[in-house]
């Protein structure tokens, strides 16, 4: 079996069997979600529509991988974060609105990562808790 790439896959390394992939995975998703809604809301989509909507999905995507990593960049982060993805949807009120719920309801803010780089810095004898009478329990 041979594989077929094109020029930009074969730019971006990319396989042109994993996007097809990808994109009929995208597609099911996308159809999955329409029927959904279409049971709450009595509306079908026609393939075309789903077809274009997908599309945009697509697109949206990949603007996204390439501006999330760019916010954790800024923050000098090795690691794109919850935080970052709420950044990028800052300019549409009523997403940020919805991911900021789905981050909450999810708690996936957590701890601040780490810029890249930095290093852990070891507690000295002299920042040891000797208490014997508090009993310290574990972060988590």
Avoid: W
Avoid at 98 to 108: P, Q, S, T, W, Y
């Amino acid at each position: 079996h041979r594989r077929v790439r094109s020029a930009r896959a074969a730019e971006m390394d990319v396989d042109e069997d994993d996007v097809a992939a990808l994109r009929s995975a995208l597609r099911h998703a996308v159809g999955t979600i329409c029927e959904r809604e279409r049971g709450a809301r009595g509306l079908a989509l026609e393939p075309d529509a789903l077809a274009t909507l997908c599309f945009v999905v697509e697109q949206y995507a990949k603007r996204l991988a390439g501006d999330i990593p760019a916010f954790a960049k800024h923050a000098r982060r090795g690691q794109a974060t919850a935080d970052d993805v709420l950044l990028v949807a800052r300019d549409n009120p009523e997403i940020l609105r919805k991911l900021e719920d789905f981050v909450a309801f999810h708690d996936l803010r957590g701890k601040p990562a780490k810029p890249a780089g930095a290093k852990r810095r070891k507690k000295g004898p002299d920042k040891t808790d000797h208490d014997d009478d508090v009993e310290l329990l574990p972060d988590g």
